[in-house]
């Protein structure tokens, strides 16, 4: 996750998959994958330029566009995002976690355990790394198969951010990963906003596919849903 970006397209299009996704009443657990490597912003006009235009925007999400335009003009202050995120209440109780991602494997393992715990009692956990699931390497930037695995539990839903690479065949590879799991269901959605992220939705029942949709239909060429 690059800190610098909270805010922007990107992440209303995340903020409001979210939200739209609790409406079952779900107990949220978001973990945002922090490496410590926040990049400059140089293109910050891309990705925050939607703010200026409310009538294009505002409808699909208007809780979450009205807060993020509010924090947006709080910038200029001593701003904690994730802080700021948490006490809003638009996620309810929701548990927003941050831990530095470790860089050796070894670190990792225990990392990973710690991360289980952090989590228990979540029925609907999101995870939030910058590149998305690990393809031939892994870095502290991507998910690990095996911490899905971890993470995975009876009555739990998990939704994995990942950004669009350009592999050929890019949500077959994903589905893939996640059916070499034992995921069931598997379902992906694309979202172009300034730049492309999958979103892949795993072991969820029938009321969220119905809430998947509704979502998909709403947000209409802006979005891609696939099930896999």
């Known amino acids: 996750m690059q800190l610098q970006y909270i805010g922007g397209i990107g992440d ?25 490597e926040n ?17 294009d925007f505002r409808h699909f999400a208007p809780e979450v566009f009205d807060w993020l335009a509010e ?26 976690l941050r831990k530095m991602v470790p860089k050796r494997a070894s670190f990792r393992r225990l990392w990973v355990n710690e991360l289980v715990a952090l989590v228990r009692g ?25 911490e ?14 990942h950004r669009q690479s350009g592999r050929k065949s890019e949500v077959k590879f994903l589905a893939d990963r996640m059916r070499s799991l034992g995921c ?7 979202l172009s906003l300034v730049t492309s992220r999958f979103y892949i939705i795993v072991d969820h029942d029938s009321a969220m596919t119905e809430l998947i949709s509704t979502f998909a239909r709403k947000w209409g060429n802006r979005i891609k849903s696939y099930r896999v």
């Open 71 to 96: 924090f947006d003009g709080r910038r200029g202050g001593a701003v904690d995002p994730l802080t700021e995120l948490q006490a809003s209440k638009l996620f309810g109780n929701a548990a927003f």
């Open 184 to 190: 069931d269901p598997v379902e992906i959605i694309r």
């Open 122 to 146: 979540a029925n609907l956990v999101f995870l939030d790394p910058d590149y998305g699931i690990e393809g031939k390497r892994l870095t502290n930037k991507h998910v690990a198969l095996a």
């Open 39 to 55: 990049e400059q912003a140089t293109d910050r006009e891309r990705h925050f330029d939607y703010l200026k235009h409310p009538d």
């Open 12 to 36: 209303f299009g995340k903020l409001a998959l979210l939200r739209h996704l609790m409406k079952d009443r779900r107990r949220l657990a978001v973990f945002f994958y922090l490496t410590g």
């Open 148 to 161: 899905i695995a971890a993470l995975r539990s009876p009555h739990r839903a998990l939704i994995i951010s």
